[in-house]
C-alpha cells in the first residue's frame, strides 16, 4: 500500500545523501504544473551542505534526486565539483 506524506509535513525535515552524511534541511517544495519539480535545501550548521556552500543559504535539488520519505529524506550524492551550477542536472 502506497503511504503520502502532506508537503507541509516534510517541511524542516533532515536530508541525508545515501552514503549517510547529513545534508541539510527541506525548506521549499517548487511546483511546477502540480508536480514537485525540485526541493530547496537549507545549509544549516553542521550539515555537508553548509560545508561545501559557505556564502549560500541553500542549494535546488531536482526531485530525481529523491530516493525515500520517511522520517528523514534521503537523497542521491550530490557532486560538488567546481564547475557550472548545472550539474546537478546531469549527474547519474
Not at 520519505?69 to 534521503?74: A, E, L, T
Amino acid at each position: 500500500m502506497a503511504r503520502f506524506k502532506k508537503i507541509s509535513d516534510v517541511y524542516e525535515m533532515k536530508v541525508f545523501t545515501d552514503s549517510g552524511y547529513f545534508f541539510g534541511e527541506i525548506e521549499e517544495a517548487l511546483i511546477e504544473e502540480n508536480r514537485i519539480k525540485s526541493w530547496k535545501i537549507k545549509a544549516v550548521p553542521g550539515s555537508l551542505l553548509s560545508s561545501k556552500v559557505k556564502d549560500a543559504k541553500g542549494v535546488i535539488i531536482p526531485q530525481k534526486f529523491f530516493k525515500a520519505f520517511g522520517d528523514i529524506v534521503i537523497i542521491q550524492d550530490v557532486d560538488f565539483g567546481n564547475s557550472s551550477s548545472d550539474d546537478a542536472d546531469d549527474e547519474k
